[in-house]
Every structure is written in C-alpha cells, then in structure tokens.
Nanobody, 115 residues
C-alpha cells in the first residue's frame, strides 16, 4: 500500500503561481516515474507532467514553458511548480506513482484559477 499527501492547491487569479507537493509513503526512487495528472469538470483525466527515475521529464503541450515538475528523493516528494496560471488550468490535480507492476494514485488537490 502506498499513501500520498498532496498539498498546495487553492484559488488564485490568472497569471499567478502555485506549487503543488506530493509526499509519498514509499521511496519514490523505487517507482519508474512520478506523474501529475489533472481532471477538469466534465473532462477526462489528462497527463500534465512526468518525471522518470532518471530525471527525464515531459509535459503536456498546454503547460510547456509554464509548469515544472521536480523531485526530491530524500524527502520522498514530487513537486509541480505552476506559473502564469490560466482559467483553463482549473482542475483537480492528482499525483501518480508508476510502479513496475502497479500504479498508485493520490487523492487529488483542487486548483482553481479565476478572477
């Protein structure tokens, strides 16, 4: 069993920034990759950013240049720095740990971008 503590979400205005954190109960280096997904109301869950155990990263086109994913293995934490937020970034953001056999989801944190 893997537990997550996600934090950092909230209500911000367009153009502002947030930093999400995902603390994992297991050493994150044991996972193939750590991801951030998001799901907006009425839409499918989508991949936002991914970082592998080798620190390779990739991003959804809609967030490239604005979001940065990073990891701190010692703190068992994955971060998502989100700059220049837009109303269309409003969603519940989920942390995913990609295991070699199973995947594990966090409970999600709400991000709302509105003026």
């Amino acid at each position: 069993q893997v537990q997550f503590v996600e934090s950092g979400g909230g209500l911000v205005q367009p153009g502002e920034s947030l930093k999400l954190s995902c603390v994992v109960s297991r050493n994150i280096f044991s996972f193939f990759a750590m991801d951030w997904y998001r799901q907006a109301p009425g839409k499918q869950r989508e991949l936002v950013a991914r970082i592998t155990s080798a620190d390779n990263t990739n991003y959804a086109d809609s967030v490239k240049g604005r979001f940065t994913i990073s990891r701190d293995n010692a703190k068992k934490t994955v971060y998502l720095r989100m700059n220049s937020l837009k109303p269309e970034d409003t969603a519940v953001y989920y942390c995913l740990a990609e295991g070699y056999q199973n995947d594990y989801w966090g409970q999600g944190t709400q991000v709302t971008v509105s003026s």
